[in-house]
């Protein structure tokens, strides 16, 4: 059974940061492209990022490009999102979710329907 599960996220100040992970198991993380997505309260889901476990390559969304990092650990099956100069508006929830191939093909911000299995999500909430 697929399975990812979220953790890492809590309150931070403006400008801090945070690891988030992503554990996966149920599969092999280098067989799956992961994508990051948040959602702020009253706002649609939107797409953060995303990594080809297998190649590294990655994408990301223009408004998080400079400030958020993704990377992977294979060996743990667990995706990073790393993020840094965290703003008010960043607070919502982060979600990973697995696509067999979306972030291979598509440049840019990951798309929420190209994404098959999710996690429950972790908080993050940035405010002084």
């Known amino acids: 059974q697929l399975q990812l599960v979220e953790s890492g996220g809590g309150l931070v100040q403006p400008g801090g940061s945070l690891r988030l992970s992503c554990a996966a198991s149920g599969f092999t993380l280098s067989s799956y492209d992961i994508g990051w997505f948040r959602q702020a309260p009253g706002k649609e889901r939107e797409g953060v990022g995303c990594i080809s476990t297998g190649g590294g390559d990655t994408n990301y969304a223009a408004s998080v490009k400079g400030r958020f990092t993704i990377s992977s650990d294979n060996a743990k099956n667990t995706v990073y999102l790393h993020v840094n100069s965290l703003k008010p508006e960043d607070t919502a929830i982060y979600y990973c979710?697995?696509?067999?191939?979306?972030?291979?093909?598509?440049?840019?911000?990951?798309?929420?329907?190209?994404?098959?299995?999710w996690g429950q999500g972790t908080q993050v909430t940035v405010s002084s």
């Open positions: 979710a697995a696509s067999s191939n979306s972030c291979r093909r598509l440049s840019g911000a990951p798309i929420r329907y190209e994404y098959s299995y």
